[in-house]
């Protein structure tokens, strides 16, 4: 079955820098990489999810590459706000969909 | 009407108990899933249902029993629960039709959190 690997596990971050969030998925079968943010006591919200017939996608601060060649595919974010502090989660996968680690970003004023 | 609804929202049952936790969706999705979540923990995936049926069992133990009565709900049995079990339980459902069918975007209820005491 699939196995999703995700590092860092906590990233800390000064307000205005970038992020970086990586992961790694076993199963060449897998077509569907999204990521979610979760708030503290809250549900996952997908922020950005990406097709295995594409490469990167960007939607404002936030951007994901995929190689699946490799097999790893990762989620950028740029000029980050302290809203952006939270637990962020990769998965992959298609009917089922699985999670990696996550990572609690942290970002500073 | 974009929402998949979760109750209760908050649930804390005895080791002997038998409760339900419930999930609806009106988005017209045929796809509905059971995540379990432990805290600073990923979402695991406990069962999918497709179409009304049962389509993945990750080896969930026989204390959990998922029923899917309609297109539009899906509950959770509970029974004989351990305290181990105490999680936030996350609902989810997939779009299965129209040009967005294979977008594989999962649609998350706020969850129920049980306790197991």
């Known amino acids: 079955g699939e196995n999703v690997e995700q590092h860092p596990s906590t990233l800390s971050v000064q307000e205005g820098d970038s992020a970086v969030i990586k992961c790694t998925y076993s199963?060449?079968?897998?077509?569907?990489f999204p990521w979610y943010k979760q708030e503290l006591g809250k549900r996952p919200q997908l922020i950005i999810d990406?097709?295995?017939?594409?490469g990167e996608k960007k939607d404002q601060r936030i951007a994901v590459t995929l190689n699946k060649t490799a097999k790893h595919f990762s989620l950028h974010i740029t000029e980050t706000q302290p809203e952006d502090s939270a637990v962020y989660f990769c998965a992959a996968g298609f009917q089922k969909l699985v999670f990696g680690t996550g990572t609690r970003l942290l970002v500073s004023p | 009407d974009t929402e998949v609804t979760q109750t209760p929202k908050h649930l804390v049952m005895g080791m002997t108990n038998k409760k339900s936790l419930k999930c609806e969706q009106h988005?017209?999705?045929?796809?509905m899933y059971w995540y379990k979540q432990k805290a600073k923990k990923p979402p695991e995936l406990m069962f999918v249902y497709s179409y009304e049926k049962l389509s993945i069992n990750e080896s969930v133990p026989s204390r959990f029993s998922p029923e899917c009565p309609n297109s539009s709900l899906l509950n959770l049995h509970l029974h004989a629960l351990q305290p181990e079990d105490s999680a936030l339980y996350l609902c989810?459902?997939?779009?299965?039709?129209?040009?967005?069918?294979?977008?594989?975007?999962?649609?998350f209820g706020e969850g129920s959190r049980l306790t197991v005491l």
């Open positions: 988005m017209g999705h045929r796809a």
């Open positions: 989810a459902s997939r779009r299965t039709s129209g040009v967005l069918a294979n977008t594989g975007e999962l649609f």
């Open positions: 199963d060449s079968a897998s077509n569907y």
């Open positions: 990406i097709r295995s017939n594409v």
